[in-house]
């Protein structure tokens, strides 16, 4: 498999995924009075009644891929049907398809167009090759700069912190309800979010797995736009640090639209070639 190809696929993983982000809103006014103390079941309240709803969603978006000093940008195109589907086109150069991956809560396919190959495997797979428990609820919350919708919200705590509220919590587990007979116990081993004090949206989450050479992931969310009554974040910055690497992707959001038709294509040429593995990702 050529370079070229490795690194788009890494990039299609951990932006979907997010191998696991630190900043503020770009819109957000300056808070010059000190922040009221607000319980954590208000400021959850809060952050649910402002996050963004919708059936589907349509964006063009750019992305920096940064490991070992070394960049890699492409575009592409992304759409989503909520709870359903996530499509992602590759467009390294050109305006010509390299890769195209869809996501469902229980499969993923992708189709290489650089070597004419394309791979079938259910949502595990994903977990196998990046090393970590995810599932299709956060990789849809972490592309809108949401909070996961399926695992418990009454474990949190709340402080203040640099003029934003904190929300804190270990061992957040995903609702019964949700977990498939393929999941184990799914849980998140310390999570902190961080909200705007004025719009009430998520600036940054911070993913920790202590146990695991301090893993963390860190998602930061700015420069918030308001697309069709929905405040956005046109900029989302990933990062994920463990004691021996350092990664980071970059994505910008235009062109975004809502609730509109769309399709998600996904045909395999008959003379495309299955393959039974992709490159792991490298941390």
């Avoid at 819109?27 to 010059?32: E, F, T």
């Avoid at 990046?130 to 809108?144: E, P, R, S, V």
């Avoid at 930061?220 to 021996?244: A, I, L």
Wanted: hydrophobic share 35%; glycine share 4%; charged share 25%.
């Amino acid at each position: 498999m050529s370079k070229i190809s490795v690194s788009l696929i890494q990039i299609i993983f951990l932006l979907i995924v997010g191998v696991g982000i630190s900043g503020c809103t770009g819109s957000r006014k300056a808070v010059r009075e000190p922040l009221k103390e607000e319980g954590a079941d208000y400021l959850m309240g809060k952050l649910k009644e402002h996050e963004v709803k919708f059936q589907s969603f349509s964006a063009k978006f750019n992305v920096t891929f940064t490991t070992d000093k070394k960049n890699t940008a492409v575009s592409g195109i992304l759409r989503i049907q909520y709870d359903s589907i996530i499509w992602i086109s590759i467009t390294p150069a050109l305006g010509i398809e390299a890769v195209r991956f869809m996501l469902t809560p229980d499969s993923i396919k992708y189709i290489n167009r650089l070597n004419n190959s394309y791979l079938l495997k259910n949502f595990a797979y994903i977990n196998q090759l990046i090393n970590k428990t995810l599932d299709y609820d956060m990789a849809q919350a972490f592309l809108m700069g949401n909070d996961f919708s399926l695992y418990e919200s009454n474990t949190f705590r709340a402080s203040i912190e640099n003029q934003q509220y904190k929300l804190s919590t270990t061992n957040r587990r995903k609702l019964r309800r949700h977990v498939r007979r393929s999941e184990d116990d799914i849980n998140i081993p310390i999570q902190s979010i961080w909200l705007d004090p004025q719009s009430f949206k998520i600036s940054k989450v911070m993913l920790k797995e202590a146990e695991r050479d301090n893993r963390k992931f860190l998602a930061t969310y700015s420069n918030f736009e308001e697309t069709e009554g929905k405040m956005v974040p046109s900029d989302m910055d990933f990062r994920v640090e463990t004691v021996d690497s350092k990664i980071r992707i970059s994505i910008g959001y235009s062109k975004i639209q809502f609730d509109k038709d769309q399709t998600y294509p996904f045909k395999i040429p008959d003379n495309y070639l299955e393959i039974k593995d992709l490159q792991p990702v490298k941390e």
